[in-house]
């Protein structure tokens, strides 16, 4: 709920969700047989995952300079 509000965070959700789509749907593919279509799919399940990781790093530089912003106002506060 904390870093909720930041937009790297709602990011996250649709490549997240199409990570974990392509996947099943890669076995399902793969149980009927359809090498190809299972294959095409672990590829789009790849692609996926990689934009999770950008969108990870990206929320992790927000958290970071988030974190810096608290912390910095708290020692402002320190001070006063």
């Known amino acids: 709920k904390r870093y909720s509000q930041l937009r ?19 076995l399902a593919a793969a149980a009927k047989g359809d090498e190809r279509g299972a294959a095409n799919l672990l590829l ?6 990689s934009a999770v990781v ?12 988030v974190d810096h912003a608290v912390a910095s106002q708290s020692t402002t506060e320190l001070f006063e």
């Open 54 to 65: 950008d969108v990870l790093s990206q929320l992790e530089d927000s958290l970071q300079t």
């Open 8 to 26: 790297a965070f709602s990011a996250l959700e649709s490549p997240h969700r199409q990570v974990h789509d392509c996947g099943l749907q890669a």
């Open 44 to 49: 789009q399940m790849e692609k996926a995952s």
